[in-house]
């Protein structure tokens, strides 16, 4: 019996669970769901259909998981409980600040609904976050660094957008090598945001604009590039769509500590992610964890869960003899 | 109330355990049982005893876990599903082809007894495994690979020990910086033993020894070195000493896989251990593990583990709370 996925939300996120649960034979795409009008959206999957978002209460009996696959400003918070009561339920949150709150409303209406949701699911937070704990868990004393990039940052590009003159731009967030390097020797560097990341825009200009103030703009916006050294290309639209329309990313999450009895050994553990597709390698997270919910739902747990509280063999269709004996 | 440890066997992991209790204040250490002459074994900590591994069953009451830091071929085959049935206990298991029989034993002992067991614990198995596990589970389409060092083979060295005319020796693996290049670029490339891993060996001889004939002795031994391209270094015995005490190790879990309805992007995920010391990572590997396995005694668990099993969360000492808004 395959696990049926429902996707709500088919965006560059719900394509890639769409294309995550073809890649696992334990799966199957049951709908979907979307707040568009469904005959205008084409999916890759022809045994399944697109439905209204309205009709899921429908699709109770017929969906084991339901993967959500809206965005954290606006559409989780609401999304998440409320289809919680429903369905079991992943999403991927990502507003750090906001998560334990996300997490109190999502668990109450997974347990009043007695379904198991997944919050904060993906790399960061997701696997990162994994690779945080265990290597603080395991190196207590030591610190720890998490880098991101090289890769696309939707933030900063919408923020380029904002300016005016600016007609379309991307931009890369690029962990700096020399930081890298620093925190590899295991001297615990203290590194300011400047020293971590640099900033690399791409802008496609409006007819006529400026070019030296747009630029002087962007390096001086507070919070965004004030804080990094930043470089700005002017580029064609055209060589915008060939060369930046990718939406790579990944990053590194390093700790270094050390053990002894006089603290005279070092010892560094480091993860890193190189993604060809951030919203793909998300969606076949946020899959893996599908499997997950609707096993944990299967032995009658209840409630909300982090990908800190899940053991890891619940993400692999593999057995635990299988497991132990391949794996292991 | 704190963890109580209890260590058999002080060998170097044994210590290397008793060093990473005293980094978790959450843990304390109970007492270290030995088969020699308890008299004869200075610990490090002042406030626990030596004792005779026969006093043993007396101690149930005042150890939470037991950490068995024997060796693989003898002493944990028999002891840890003979202190399972009297204690939670963790031990490095780490034959890996006897892992399933092995369980099968810790976990019918440890139901018997009424605890927890967590076998085969470390970085391999243990937190290689769990990397294995997560990056296979999230990118089903693709392969992964192991290589292992800079590090000092045991089985290695103790190979080299027994040619005759070798005083002493030291080895080390060293994974080929070219292989892992090419699996980084995402080709999934076929790699042969000798393609991934290079042996670099230095040996003290006896005096009179045939530096000649023993260098070929070791380039020819079948499936300790003949596969691999294997350098050997003739060194005196103050040289070992100074530059070759030490036993450092790491290595590297790397998995590239394809996602997209075309499998058109590639990712990569990598781990990556550069240990100064290999027993006392392994045992804050150990350590971590025994907090989880007091935990989960206490939540009502019983029966045996393995990392795989067990929820990342289990080896914090943080609170959920704490984990969700300072980590995750």
């Known amino acids: 019996m395959k696990t049926r996925i429902g996707i709500l939300g088919y965006g560059n996120l719900g394509r890639g669970v769409e294309c995550a649960v073809r890649q696992n034979e334990d799966m199957e795409l049951a709908a979907v769901f979307t707040r568009r009008d469904p ?25 084991d998981v339901l993967v ?23 999403d991927s949150f990502d ?19 007695g379904h198991v949701a997944i919050i904060s699911v993906g790399w960061d937070p997701g696997m990162f ?13 030591g610190a720890d660094y998490t880098f991101w990039g090289k890769g696309v940052s939707q933030g900063h590009s919408d923020a380029l957008r904002r300016i005016a003159g600016v007609r379309d731009a ?7 090598e020399r930081a890298l390097e620093e925190v590899r020797t295991g001297r615990n560097p203290k590194l300011s945001a400047r020293e971590k990341h640099t900033r690399e825009c791409f802008v496609v200009l409006e007819e006529g604009a400026d070019a030296a103030r747009i630029e002087e703009e962007i390096k001086t916006m507070p919070n ?38 006089q603290k005279e050994h070092r010892h560094l553990i480091e993860y890193r992610l190189k993604l060809d597709s951030n919203p793909e390698f998300t969606a ?25 509280d899940i053991a890891p063999a619940y993400l692999s269709p593999k057995s635990k003899e299988e497991l ?5």
Chains 1, 2 share one sequence.
């Open 324 to 328: 132990m004996a391949s794996l292991l």
């Open 95 to 113: 507003t750090h600040a906001n998560i334990p709150e996300h997490f109190a409303r999502v668990d109450a209406a997974a347990r009043e609904g």
């Open 129 to 141: 976050s994994l690779n945080r704990l265990y290597a603080d868990a395991v190196l207590p004393e």
């Open 170 to 176: 991307r931009q890369y967030t690029i962990p700096v």
């Open 224 to 261: 965004y590039f004030a804080e990094y050294d930043t470089t700005v290309h002017v580029i064609s639209e055209e060589e915008l769509l060939q060369e930046h329309s990718g939406i790579p990313h990944g990053g590194f999450v390093l700790r270094s500590g050390t053990t002894g009895w």
């Open 39 to 63: 005959g205008k959206v084409a999916i890759l999957t022809d045994t399944a259909g697109v439905y209204p978002v309205e009709a899921l209460a429908d699709w109770r009996q017929r969906i």
């Open 284 to 308: 076949s997270v946020l899959t893996a964890y599908a499997r997950a919910a609707h096993r944990l739902y299967r032995e009658g747990a209840r409630g909300g869960r982090t990908v800190l």
């Open 68 to 90: 959500l696959c809206g965005g954290s400003a606006t559409d989780l918070p609401e999304q998440t409980p409320e289809y919680a009561r429903m369905f079991n339920v992943i």
